[in-house]
T-cell receptor
Framework: EAGVTQFPSHSVIEKGQTVTLRCDPI?????LYWYRRVMGKEIKFLLH????????ESGMPNNRFLAERTGGTYSTLKVQPAELEDSGVYFC????????????FGQGTRLTVV | KQEVTQIPAALSVPEGENLVLNCSFT??????LQWFRQDPGKGLTSLLL?????REQTSGRLNASLDKSSGRSTLYIAASQPGDSATYLC???????????FGTGTRLQVFP
């Protein structure tokens, strides 16, 4: 069974450009999460989807970030326009149920904004 | 506000030693606690998940304990090997939310 898959693994863009990150969760997992680690800091929650609905987007830093999960399958996270402080590693995770179940993470997308 | 702290931040030991990594959290109202491993440039690999009602979990040479009332968890690694070198992260899932709160991790190096 395939794990959580993220594309691309690395992205280098210029300030002001747009970048779209993609996450394919484990098949059958209704819950999908985005997290981010910026340099020197701990991994922080961005948002949580249950199927195609946003359950919690309290961690989204600002309105330059837009997450979608059309059809409740894969998800995209778009940053537009990107700023220097958006650089970091963006992780996606999925779980079968909410609450007490294990979360499985992808390999992350390293975003560098120059 | 839940905060998670991991001590030490870095650890370098010779092969064969038994290790203890510490994780503390400020609010005991949690569903569970999860330990992860991250290799350089790679994603997070789940090692152990301890539910709030459990005291410990074991997988191979790894043993994780949870003392929810005191806000502490330890990850015990027996007979460490160079392949154990990685960053170890703990994360708690608070009640009334479905997000994980992460610590900053312990960077472990095991040398031959």
């Amino acid at each position: 069974e395939a794990g959580v898959t993220q594309f691309p693994s690395h992205s280098v863009i210029e300030k002001g450009q747009t970048v779209t990150l993609r996450c394919d969760p484990i098949s059958g997992h209704d819950n999908l999460y985005w997290y981010r680690r910026v340099m020197g800091k701990e991994i922080k929650f961005l948002l949580h989807f249950v199927k195609e609905s946003k359950q919690d987007e309290s961690g989204m830093p600002n309105n330059r970030f837009l997450a979608e999960r059309t059809g409740g399958t894969y998800s995209t996270l778009k940053v537009q326009p990107a700023e220097l402080e958006d650089s970091g590693v963006y992780f996606c995770a999925s779980s079968q149920e909410v609450g007490a179940t294990e979360a499985f993470f992808g390999q992350g997308t390293r975003l560098t904004v120059v | 506000k839940q905060e998670v702290t991991q001590i030490p931040a870095a650890l370098s030991v010779p092969e064969g030693e038994n290790l203890v990594l510490n994780c503390s959290f400020t609010d005991s109202a949690i569903y569970n606690l999860q330990w992860f491993r991250q290799d350089p440039g790679k994603g997070l690999t789940s090692l152990l998940l301890i539910q709030s009602s459990q005291r410990e979990q074991t997988s191979g040479r790894l043993n994780a304990s949870l003392d929810k009332s005191s806000g502490r968890s330890t990850l015990y690694i027996a007979a460490s090997q160079p392949g154990d070198s990685a960053t170890y992260l703990c994360a708690v899932r608070p009640y009334n939310t479905d997000k994980l709160i992460f610590g900053t991790g312990t960077r472990l190096q095991v040398f031959p």
